[in-house]
């Protein structure tokens, strides 16, 4: 005893002490309880249990003494049920829990995205409100609207008169043209009177 506790040191654990129970997998437990207790929750479960309940009252009622194994009162057919019933509830309690804790996991994740669109909702407002302020000293749609009318009728109005300001130019090109011909015409008919001047007097001009 005393070279058993020499042997025992602080700085290492001490092996529990008493019934070591079998260690299983508790989710592939549960995900066995969950089969079940979906099994047990169907139309066909009942059917088959009452089948068999039909058949097990019928052969130990009218089969013979000697083949009955569970005559009257079917003190070994309430037992079954007892210890399937006394299994089951544990089952289904077991799968409910299950979901139960699924259901909280849902739970807290569809709040963890509420509080996350929630912030989001919150920072798009906030940025639209600023979007709108900044927006507010920015020339609008209807304002550039106006503006370009305004420009399209300066332009129409600096074209109609570059048109008047061509038509005048164009009167004045043909009036000097026109005075230009006239005093063409007018150098013309001079031209004839001096050589018939000249022709008659080298016609009235006595020979030598």
């Known amino acids: 005893m005393a070279e058993q506790r020499r042997t025992e040191r602080l700085d290492q654990p001490r092996e529990p002490r008493g019934?070591?129970?079998?260690?299983?997998?508790?989710?592939?437990?549960?995900?066995?309880s969950e089969g079940i207790a979906r099994g047990m929750g169907t139309a066909?479960?009942?059917?088959?249990?009452?089948?068999?309940?039909?058949?097990?009252?019928?052969?130990?009622?009218?089969?013979?003494?000697?083949?009955?194994?569970?005559?009257?009162t079917f003190t070994f057919l309430t037992l079954v049920l007892s210890l399937q019933a006394?299994?089951?509830?544990?089952?289904?309690?077991?799968?409910?829990?299950?979901?139960?804790?699924?259901?909280?996991?849902?739970?807290?994740?569809?709040?963890?995205?509420?509080?996350?669109?929630?912030?989001?909702?919150?920072?798009?407002?906030?940025?639209?409100?600023?979007?709108?302020?900044a927006l507010g000293e920015v020339a609008t749609r209807d304002f550039l609207r106006s503006e370009l009318t305004r420009l399209a009728e300066e332009l129409d109005e600096a074209g109609q008169r570059r048109q008047r300001l061509e038509r005048r130019q164009q009167e004045k090109d043909g009036q000097q043209e026109r005075r230009a011909q006239r005093a063409t015409d007018g150098l013309g008919l001079d031209e004839p009177r001096d050589d018939l001047d000249g022709d008659f007097a080298r016609d009235a001009r006595p020979d030598r």
Do not use: C, H
């Not at 079998?22 to 549960?30: K, M, N, S, T």
């Not at 509830?89 to 996991?105: G, H």
């Open 86 to 133: 006394s299994y089951a509830a544990p089952l289904i309690l077991l799968a409910q829990n299950r979901q139960a804790d699924r259901d909280r996991l849902a739970l807290e994740e569809d709040r963890r995205r509420a509080t996350a669109q929630k912030a989001d909702t919150e920072y798009l407002a906030r940025e639209i409100a600023a979007l709108r302020i």
């Open 19 to 32: 019934i070591k129970l079998p260690r299983f997998d508790a989710e592939a437990f549960g995900r066995w």
């Open 44 to 72: 066909n479960f009942i059917v088959v249990m009452t089948v068999v309940i039909a058949i097990w009252f019928g052969w130990n009622t009218l089969a013979p003494a000697e083949l009955r194994f569970d005559p009257y």
